[in-house]
């Protein structure tokens, strides 16, 4: 999601080669994020804090919350066809 701007309003050589670097930043960072969420408690319908890993997990990839980190971790492809052809 940072880089995306990046490339379109800032000459890629003024960062080159710091594209690359940032997209493994963020993809890392979004790998750490769907982790934490699978182990994260929530509340439910009751009021009960939920700390079962088995019911979290569940919960978390029936969400729509899931599907956007999931689709956020795709970069990975760009990331290694990047580092073959360094033309974007």
Do not use: C, Q
């Not at 701007?5 to 003024?14: A, D, E, F, Y």
């Not at 493994?24 to 929530?42: E, G, K, P, Q, S």
């Amino acid at each position: 999601m940072l880089v995306l701007p990046l490339r379109i309003g800032v000459n890629k050589s003024l960062f080159d080669p710091s594209y690359d670097y940032i997209d493994l930043l963020t993809w890392l960072i979004y790998v750490m994020d769907v982790a934490i969420n699978l182990r994260t408690t929530y509340i439910d319908n009751f009021g009960h804090e939920i700390v079962d890993s088995k019911m979290i997990a569940k919960k978390y990839i029936r969400s729509l919350r899931f599907i956007m980190d999931i689709l956020s971790l795709i970069n990975l492809p760009n990331l290694l066809i990047a580092g073959v052809n360094k033309n974007y």
